[in-house]
């Protein structure tokens, strides 16, 4: 079954901004910390960002300071807020715990950035 559905992907310009929303299931979402990882044309998955229980977030280095990651406890739901987005961004974007688990990776959400 289903329990992690990553959206919001889509294609958009250099400069320009895009918001993925990734909605998990009650059991998951209540007992684990979230992150975002992508994967890029011809390289591994990588992490991208992370936020706890808590609210404590953390980023790759490649997207500090662009990137937001944030997480609604009442929708289930888990954010990545993207910023003055590069072509170097373009990767089909997935969620799963942080860490991650292996069994719940899904389709991911596609992000391109153009030139």
């Known amino acids: 079954q289903v329990q992690l559905v990553e959206s919001g992907g889509g294609l958009v310009q250099s400069g320009g901004s895009l918001r993925l929303s990734c909605a998990a299931s009650?059991?998951?979402?209540?007992?684990?910390?979230m992150g975002w990882y992508r994967q890029a044309p011809g390289k591994q998955r990588e992490f991208v960002a992370a936020?706890?229980?808590?609210?404590?977030?953390g980023y790759a280095d490649s997207v500090k300071g662009r990137f937001t990651v944030s997480r609604d406890n009442a929708k289930n739901t888990v954010y990545l807020q993207m910023n003055s987005l590069k072509p170097e961004d373009t990767a089909v974007y997935y969620c799963?715990?942080?860490?991650?688990?292996?069994?719940?990776w899904g389709q991911g959400t596609q992000v391109t950035v153009s030139s």
């Open positions: 799963n715990t942080f860490p991650p688990a292996r069994g719940y």
């Open positions: 009650g059991s998951i979402f209540s007992s684990n910390g």
């Open positions: 936020i706890t229980s808590g609210g404590s977030t």
